[in-house]
């Protein structure tokens, strides 16, 4: 009698998948309160951040051809 493997990785998959469906579904509030944390820290720092495009601070000062 044959097996077939690929019907056994299948079944193997889909209760993997279900208790994932399971796990997400059953905690959404202390998930998308996760994100929502994420989400502010990450936009917080966005803010902070300054762009600096000092022509100086390119051009390499130290390289033979520009000194």
């Given at each position: 009698?044959?097996?077939?493997?690929?019907?056994?990785?299948?079944?193997?998959?889909?209760?993997?998948?279900?208790?994932?469906?399971?796990?997400?579904?059953?905690?959404?509030?202390p998930?998308?309160?996760?994100?929502?944390?994420?989400?502010i820290?990450?936009?917080?720092?966005?803010?902070?951040?300054?762009?600096?495009?000092?022509?100086?601070?390119?051009?390499?000062?130290?390289?033979?051809?520009?000194?």
């Amino acid at each position: 009698m044959v097996r077939d493997v690929d019907l056994d990785h299948h079944r193997k998959v889909r209760s993997l998948e279900a208790a994932a469906e399971r796990w997400l579904f059953g905690n959404r509030i202390p998930i998308l309160a996760a994100f929502v944390l994420i989400s502010i820290f990450l936009g917080w720092h966005a803010v902070q951040l300054r762009p600096m495009a000092s022509f100086e601070k390119m051009v390499p000062a130290k390289h033979p051809y520009v000194a």
